[in-house]
C-alpha cells in the first residue's frame, strides 16, 4: 500500500509543479467551491494511475491544484464512498496521498441528515466529533511510516480550527451549529429508528462519509476541520432524497465556502 501511495504521489508531481499546503474534501453537492479556485491543474482521477473512480451522480471527480484565500490548496471535487464498493481502505487512499504531496491540514465537508431537532434543513454543523460506524480503514497490517498502530482519537476535530471557525462565522454573520456526525454505511437513509438509535447514542447528524478520511488524517498527524451541511431533517416525515440533498448542498454550500476560503486566508 505504501508503494502505491508514493508511486501515485510521484506521479502526480511530475505532473504538477506545486507543493500543496492544505487539502480539502469536498461533499455531496459542495463541489461549487472549486469556482473560488485560481485553478493552476486539475487532474480526472481517471488520469491518475491507481485512484479509485468514483460513480455517484454529482461528483466530478477530479483533484484540483490551485490557490485559495491565499494558499496552495489541492481539492478533491468527489470523493469515494464505501457505499460504491470500495473497501474503507480505498476510501483513504486519496488523504494519504494528499499527505504525500505535503498537505499540513485538511478541511472536509459532506451533506448529512440532521438528527438533532433544532437543526434546520441548510443549516452549517461543524463536526466537533464522531462516531465511526463504517469499518474502520486502519485495520490491517499498520503503515508505520503512516501512522501509529493505536491512535488517539481526542481532539480528532482541530479545536483551534474550530475556535477559527466560530470567529470567522461572527465576523461573517454565518450561524453555525456543532455536534457529532454519525458515518455509516448508507447507501440507504436511515429508518426512523434509526435515526433516533443515532441520536440515543449521541449523534447530531448522519451520513455516509467523513469518518474514514478523517481517521486516516488523524493516523498521520493531520489537524482536521469539518462541515456538515444539513441537507434533510432525518426526524422529520419528509424522506430523503438524493436530488434534494445536492440542492440543499449547493444552496447551503454557498456559505460553507464563504466560510472555508476566510478560514484558509486567516491560517
Ligand atoms: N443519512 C445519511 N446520509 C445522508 C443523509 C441522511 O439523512 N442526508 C444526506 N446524507
Do not use: W
Not at 116 to 130: A, K, W
Request: proline content about 5%; charged content about 20%; some cysteine.
Amino acid at each position: 500500500m505504501l508503494e502505491r501511495i508514493k508511486r501515485t504521489a510521484s506521479f502526480i508531481q511530475n505532473k504538477v509543479d506545486f507543493t500543496p499546503e492544505i487539502g480539502i474534501i469536498l461533499g455531496t453537492g459542495l463541489g461549487g467551491l472549486v469556482d473560488s479556485i485560481d485553478i493552476k491543474v486539475a487532474l480526472d482521477y481517471t488520469d491518475i494511475p491507481d485512484f479509485p473512480v468514483s460513480t455517484v451522480q454529482g461528483h466530478h471527480g477530479r483533484l484540483i491544484f490551485g490557490m485559495l484565500g491565499g494558499k496552495r490548496v489541492v481539492a478533491m471535487q468527489g470523493r469515494f464512498h464505501h457505499y460504491e464498493g470500495y473497501p474503507t481502505q480505498e476510501v483513504v487512499f486519496p488523504v494519504r496521498v494528499m499527505r504525500m504531496l505535503g498537505i499540513k491540514r485538511l478541511f472536509v465537508s459532506n451533506a448529512s441528515g440532521g438528527i438533532n431537532t433544532s437543526f434546520r434543513t441548510g443549516d452549517l454543523m461543524v463536526i466537533t466529533d464522531h462516531i465511526n460506524l463504517l469499518p474502520n480503514p486502519l485495520i490491517g497490517p499498520n503503515i508505520e511510516e503512516l501512522g501509529p498502530r493505536f491512535p488517539d482519537m481526542h481532539n480528532c476535530y482541530d479545536k483551534d480550527m474550530i475556535a477559527l471557525a466560530t470567529k470567522v462565522s461572527d465576523d461573517l454573520g454565518i450561524k453555525l451549529q456543532y455536534g457529532v456526525y454519525v458515518g455509516g454505511t448508507g447507501p440507504t437513509f436511515e429508518t426512523q429508528a434509526e435515526y433516533r438509535y443515532f441520536k440515543a447514542i449521541g449523534g447530531d447528524t448522519a451520513g455516509m462519509s467523513t469518518t474514514p478520511e478523517v481517521i486516516a488524517a488523524r493516523h498521520m498527524g493531520i489537524p482536521v476541520f469539518a462541515v456538515s451541511v444539513i441537507t434533510n431533517c432525518g426526524l422529520s416525515d419528509e424522506p430523503g432524497d438524493h436530488e434534494d440533498v445536492q440542492r440543499q448542498g449547493a444552496k447551503a454550500g454557498v456559505r460553507m465556502t464563504q466560510l472555508f476560503i476566510e478560514m484558509i486566508n486567516r491560517l
